[in-house]
C-alpha cells in the first residue's frame, strides 16, 4: 500500500514539474470570454490556466480576489465596476494588460487605488471614463513603474501636475482626451523620456506658449481653443512627427522647433487666414513670439527661419478663413507633397509676393514637391499663371465647385513674358500649363464652354467635368489626352448625344454619362477598354449590341437604371447576362411592352414569355389588316359592277 502511494505521488510530482518545465504548453487554454453574459459576479470556476480573460459588457459591482496565476491580459469595461478589493490583483503575478473603462472607479478609492497598486508587471492600463478627477487618477498611478501605455479618455480632469507620472515615467503613449483640462504644469510631460504618443484632444487648453516635449512624435491638441503655438527657438533636436492643431482658434501658422522632424501638420477648422494679408498674419505671430519669449525687438522673421528647415510632406488647411492664398509662406515647405487647402475663403490666386530686395525684380517661387493641391469650394475664379507656373509636380488638382473658366488652347502663350501678360483681366485658366497634370476635378465649376484642346499638354489620366449643367462641349475637346484619359466623368450636364462628342481613347476604362439626356453611346468607344460604364438617368430605350459586344471583351461593371428601355428589343441585354458582366443596378432597372413596365431581373427570368404576346399581338394586327384591305376590295368591287350596271340599264332605256 505505501509502496502504491508512493509511486502515485511520484507520478504527480513528475506531471507538475513537467507543466512548470513546458510552461504549459499542451492543451493549454489561451483566453475565455464572458462578454454581455449578464453577469452580476465573476465566474467561480475559471481556470488557473488561462492568459486572457474577457468579462466586459455585464453588470460586476465588485471584484474580489481573482487566482489566476498565468493571466496576461483582463477586460472589465463596461460593468458597473466600483468596489476592488484590496487583494484582488495579489495573486496576477503575470498581468500585463487591464482594461477598466466605462465603471465607476470614482468611488472607494483608498480600496482600488491599493488593489492596482500591487500589480508590479503592468504594462497597457485603461481608466476612461469612471468620472475620475485628478486627486483619484493620482493615487490609481501610484506604483507603476513598468507602465508603458495609458489611457484616460473622458474623465473630470481639470489639470495635469508635475507629480502626475512620477511613478511611471517609462510611459511611451498616454491618451487623456475628452477632459476638462486647462492646466498643465510644467514639469509634467518632459520627465518622461519615452513617451512618443501623446493625445490631449478635447480638451480646454487656450495656448502652448513654450512646447518642450522634445521625445514625442506624434502630438494630438485637436478640439480645444488653442490660439497659438510657439516654440522657443533652441538647438535641440524635436523627433515631433505629427501634429494635430485641427478644431480649434489659431490666428497664425504654429512656431514649430527649429530643428525638428515634423511630416503631418493638421491645422483644419481654425482661423488662420483672418488677418487679411499674409504679411499681417507673419508680423503679428513673430510679434507674439518676441513678447512670448521676452525678446525686445523682432530680430527676425522666427516663423519662416523655422518653417524652412521643416521636413514636411502633409498639410491640412481646410476650413480656414485665408482669403488669398499664403504663397512665401508655403514655398518655403520644399518638402510638401500634399496640401489641402479647400473650403477656404479665396476668390482669386494672384501673385502678390515681395521684390528681391537686392534687383528688384518679382521673384519667383516654386513648389518643388508638391503632388497633391485641394482648392475646392472657394469661391475660385481666376488662377495667376505664375502660380501655375509653381506647381512644377502637380499631379492631381481638385477645383470642384468653384468658379473656373478653361481658356482655349494657347499655344502662341510660349515665352515666360507672355504669359505673365495674363492678368485679371482674363479670367480663365490655361490647364496646359501643367504638364505633370495627372489628375484634374472641375466638378460644379458653371463651365460655359469646353473648347478644342483645353487640355492639351497636361498627361490626364483622369478628368471628372461633372454638374457643369451648361457646359457645351466642342469637338475636339479631349483632343490631346485622348491617349492617356483612363477616367472621364461627363454626368450631370443635360447634353443630348448630339452633344457628346468623344474621340476613340484607346485608354479609357471608366466613363460616367449619367444623368444626361442621351438616347445612345458614342460609336467611337468602341475602340476604348471600358472596365465600367455608368449610363444611369439618361433616355436609352435600347443599346446598339453590337458596340456592346465589342465593349464587353473588357466590361466588368455596367449601371443602367433610370431609363425606359424596350423588352422585346434587348439583344445587347442579353449579351451583357450571358457574359456575366456586373450589372450592379439591374434590380431598380425596368423594360416596357405594350402592356406594361417589367423589372429587369423579372424579365431576364423569362424574357420570351413577355415578348410572346407582343410579337402575337403583331401578327394578329398584320392579318387583321390583310383581312380588312381584302374586305374593302371586295366592296368596291361590287360597288363598281354593281354601278356599271346601272349605267348599262338607264342607256337602253334612253334608245
Known amino acids: 500500500m505505501v509502496r502504491h502511494m508512493f509511486s502515485n505521488l511520484l507520478l504527480l510530482w513528475s506531471l507538475c514539474h513537467d507543466l512548470h518545465i513546458t510552461g504549459l504548453t499542451h492543451h493549454e487554454p489561451k483566453d475565455q470570454s ?36 498565468y493571466l496576461e491580459q483582463l477586460d472589465l469595461s463596461s460593468n458597473q465596476l466600483d468596489l476592488i478589493s484590496e487583494g484582488a490583483f495579489e495573486n496576477l503575478a503575470r498581468l500585463e494588460e487591464l482594461n477598466l473603462s466605462r465603471n465607476a472607479l470614482n468611488n472607494n478609492l483608498g480600496s482600488n487605488s491599493k488593489a492596482l497598486q500591487s500589480i508590479s508587471r503592468l504594462k497597457t492600463l485603461d481608466i476612461s471614463m469612471n468620472g475620475l478627477r485628478n486627486d483619484a487618477v493620482e493615487l490609481y498611478l501610484q506604483n507603476k513603474s513598468s507602465l508603458d501605455r495609458l489611457k484616460m479618455t473622458g474623465n473630470a480632469l481639470t489639470r495635469l501636475s508635475h507629480n502626475l507620472f512620477k511613478d511611471s515615467k517609462g510611459l ?38 513654450d512646447f518642450k516635449l522634445y521625445q514625442v512624435k506624434y502630438l494630438n491638441l485637436s478640439r480645444n481653443s488653442v490660439e497659438f503655438f510657439v516654440t522657443r527657438e533652441d538647438d535641440q533636436l524635436y523627433r515631433l512627427e505629427i501634429l494635430d492643431l485641427s478644431h480649434n482658434k489659431l490666428l497664425y501658422f504654429p512656431i514649430v522647433p527649429k530643428i525638428n522632424s515634423l511630416k503631418h501638420l493638421y491645422l483644419q477648422n481654425n482661423m488662420v487666414g483672418t488677418l487679411n494679408s499674409e504679411a499681417t498674419m ?31 510632406i502633409h498639410i491640412d488647411l481646410s476650413y480656414n478663413h485665408f482669403r488669398s492664398f499664403p504663397l512665401e509662406t508655403l514655398s518655403l515647405l520644399t518638402s510638401l507633397e500634399t496640401l489641402n487647402f479647400s473650403y477656404n475663403c479665396l476668390k482669386n490666386i494672384i501673385w502678390n509676393i515681395r521684390n528681391d530686395n ?21 469661391g475660385l475664379a481666376y488662377i495667376s499663371p505664375l502660380f501655375l507656373n509653381a506647381l512644377t509636380q502637380i499631379e492631381t488638382l481638385n477645383l470642384q465647385n468653384n468658379y473656373v473658366q478653361p481658356c482655349a488652347s494657347m499655344d502662341h502663350l510660349q515665352s515666360s513674358q507672355s504669359t505673365q501678360q495674363i492678368n485679371l483681366s482674363t479670367s480663365c485658366v490655361v490647364f496646359g500649363q501643367l504638364r505633370t497634370l495627372k489628375h484634374l476635378n472641375l466638378k460644379e465649376n458653371n463651365i460655359k464652354m469646353l473648347h478644342p484642346n483645353t487640355f492639351q499638354k497636361t498627361s490626364l489620366v483622369s478628368l471628372n467635368l461633372a454638374g457643369n449643367s451648361h457646359m457645351v462641349m466642342q469637338v475636339g475637346a479631349l483632343e490631346g489626352v485622348q491617349k492617356t484619359l483612363q477616367s472621364l466623368i461627363v454626368s450631370e450636364i443635360n447634353m443630348t ?94 423594360c416596357f411592352t405594350s402592356e406594361s413596365n417589367i423589372v429587369m431581373t423579372e424579365y431576364l427570368k423569362n424574357p420570351s414569355v413577355y415578348c410572346l404576346f407582343h410579337t402575337k399581338a403583331q401578327e394578329i394586327h398584320f392579318v387583321q389588316m390583310i383581312i380588312i384591305v381584302l374586305f374593302v376590295t371586295v366592296i368596291l368591287t361590287v360597288l363598281i359592277i354593281f354601278t356599271r350596271q346601272v349605267c348599262c340599264t338607264q342607256g337602253s332605256f334612253i334608245v
Open 34 to 69: 464572458w462578454s454581455n453574459q449578464n453577469l452580476y459576479s465573476v465566474p467561480l470556476d475559471l481556470d488557473v490556466r488561462l492568459r486572457r480573460v474577457d468579462l466586459s459588457n455585464n453588470f460586476i459591482r465588485q471584484l474580489q480576489t481573482l487566482a489566476l496565476p
Open 358 to 378: 537686392e534687383s528688384g525684380y518679382r521673384r519667383q517661387l516654386f513648389f518643388p514637391s508638391l503632388k497633391y493641391l485641394d482648392l475646392q469650394s472657394n
Open 282 to 312: 507673419v508680423s503679428e505671430a513673430n510679434a507674439l513670439y518676441s513678447e512670448i519669449t521676452s525678446e525686445r525687438t523682432v530680430r527676425k522673421n522666427n516663423l519662416h527661419s523655422n518653417w524652412r528647415l521643416m521636413p514636411l
Open 497 to 590: 448625344s448630339s452633344d457628346l462628342s468623344l474621340p476613340c481613347m484607346p485608354a479609357l476604362t471608366q466613363l460616367n454619362i449619367s444623368n444626361n439626356h442621351l438616347d445612345m453611346i458614342p460609336s467611337s468607344l468602341s475602340c476604348s477598354p471600358l472596365r465600367e460604364i455608368d449610363i444611369r438617368n439618361n433616355h436609352f430605350v435600347s443599346l446598339n449590341h453590337s458596340l456592346i459586344l465589342a465593349l464587353s471583351v473588357h466590361l466588368n461593371l455596367m449601371c443602367i437604371s433610370g431609363n425606359y428601355f424596350n423588352c422585346c428589343d434587348s439583344k445587347w441585354l442579353t449579351i451583357l447576362h450571358e457574359l456575366k458582366i456586373n450589372l450592379s443596378d439591374i434590380s431598380d432597372a425596368v
Open 172 to 209: 511611451r503613449a498616454i491618451t487623456i482626451d475628452d477632459n476638462r483640462i486647462s492646466v498643465i504644469e510644467q514639469g509634467t510631460f518632459e520627465p518622461l523620456s519615452q513617451l512618443e504618443m501623446l493625445n490631449l484632444a478635447k480638451n480646454n487648453l487656450a495656448y502652448i506658449c
